[in-house]
Every structure is written in structure tokens, then in C-alpha cells.
T-cell receptor
Framework: DGGITQSPKYLFRKEGQNVTLSCEQN?????MYWYRQDPGQGLRLIYY???????QKGDIAEGYSVSREKKESFPLTVTSAQKNPTAFYLC?????????????FGEGSRLTVL | KNEVEQSPQNLTAQEGEFITINCSYS?????LHWLQQHPGGGIVSLFM???GKKKHGRLIATINIQEKHSSLHITASHPRDSAVYIC??????????FGTGTRLQVFP
């Protein structure tokens, strides 16, 4: 079945450590996105990519980095520069940029910084 | 003021009741999206609409562009409908803004 796979589902890290969240899709979608969800807030866009080897900052990109070396994969690294990294992270994809198509989401990754 | 406001924030219902969740927005949009977030966290797209009304099973979504308002209705609610329902609007600038969600609990 086609879909988006995020891993790990739960992750704990110590302060000062970088951590990478995986996002893989087999939907043949061009566009991929990373969102952050905090209690009481709407999803906020971290980074997005419309095509391989290209990505753009979203509204809250500071302290995060991404890569898009393959169409299927869009990993997110939460660096030690991110001041408040504990959150729920969601990866999404769409056929083209959001305005044109339906969004498909993964199951999310919950990161807790100890 | 948030650009997208949902009401109510929390909603409880008895099985079989008719449910309405509202979404109001203050900006020009090209389309609106209703999403369902399961207790485990995954999100599923329910509807994307830019005018009128759409129906899928027991779910109905309506939008009034002039009044900047959309509603999601659930007929004959069931405990498996318990989830967070999120409204998201596509701005004319291609940006997507999410509401904070409505948490629905349906009891048997």
C-alpha cells in the first residue's frame, strides 16, 4: 500500500544532541513537508521541498535542517540549536505544492528532550 | 487573533448524536481542508473544498466563501469518530494555515 512512513515513532534525546527523523513516501509525490505540532497550537511548517535537491524554509526553520537527495525521502535533523525541540513532528507529502492537491500525512514522531 | 478559528475546542457526544464543528477564517482563501487526527497522532485528509458541499459516508463538509465559514457535520456519531478534527485553509499566497483543532469524544 502507498503511504508515508515516519520513524522512529518515539525518540528521547539529551540536550545538546542532534537527532534525525526519517520520512519516506512511496506515493511518487513531488512535494514533501515537515510540520511541528505543540499542544494548543496549529501545525507549523518547518521546511518543505518541491523537488529533489531543493528545499525551502518554512515559518519555524531555525534549529532544523533537511535534505532531499531522493524523491522518496525527506529526513529532518533537529539540531542542538533548536531551543525547544520537545514536540510532535509530522511529515506530509502531496502530488504538487499544497495548493494543488491533497495532503497525505505520516503517523508522526514524538521527540522528547530530557 | 488567529487567522483560523475552530469551535468548539472540545466536544463530547453520545453515540448517535449529530455533530457540528465550525471553522471561521479571516483571510482570503482558495480552498479549505478538513483533517482528522487519530489518538495515535496520524492525520488523515477528510475533505478539500473550495465551494458548496461535499459528502463522504456519514461526514458532510460545507463552506460559505462569502461568510468565511466552514462546517463539518457527522451524522449518527460513533465512538470510533473520537479524534481531533483540524481545519486548514489554503491562502491565496499558497500558504497553508492550520486551526488548533476540535477534540471530539463520542461515548457509547
Amino acid at each position: 500500500d502507498g503511504g508515508i512512513t515516519q520513524s522512529p515513532k518515539y525518540l528521547f534525546r539529551k540536550e545538546g544532541q542532534n537527532v534525525t527523523l526519517s520520512c519516506e513516501q512511496n506515493l511518487n509525490h513531488d512535494a514533501m513537508y515537515w510540520y511541528r505540532q505543540d499542544p494548543g497550537q496549529g501545525l507549523r511548517l518547518i521546511y518543505y521541498s518541491q523537488i529533489v535537491n531543493d528545499f525551502q524554509k518554512g515559518d519555524i526553520a531555525e534549529g532544523y535542517s533537511v535534505s532531499r537527495e531522493k524523491k522518496e525521502s525527506f529526513p529532518l535533523t533537529v539540531t542542538s540549536a533548536q531551543k525547544n525541540p520537545t514536540a510532535f513532528y509530522l511529515c506530509a507529502s502531496s502530488m504538487m505544492m499544497v495548493i494543488s492537491g491533497e495532503l497525505f500525512f505520516g503517523e508522526g514522531s514524538r521527540l522528547t528532550v530530557l | 487573533k488567529n487567522e483560523v478559528e475552530q469551535s468548539p475546542q472540545n466536544l463530547t457526544a453520545q453515540e448517535g448524536e449529530f455533530i457540528t464543528i465550525n471553522c471561521s477564517y479571516s483571510v482570503g482563501i482558495s480552498a479549505l481542508h478538513w483533517l482528522q487526527q487519530h489518538p495515535g497522532g496520524g492525520i488523515v485528509s477528510l475533505f478539500m473544498l473550495s465551494s458548496g458541499k461535499k459528502k463522504h459516508g456519514r461526514l458532510i463538509a460545507t463552506i460559505n466563501i462569502q461568510e468565511k465559514h466552514s462546517s463539518l457535520h457527522i451524522t449518527a456519531s460513533h465512538p470510533r469518530d473520537s479524534a481531533v478534527y483540524i481545519c486548514a485553509v489554503f491562502l491565496n499566497t499558497d500558504k497553508l494555515i492550520f486551526g488548533t483543532g476540535t477534540r471530539l469524544q463520542v461515548f457509547p
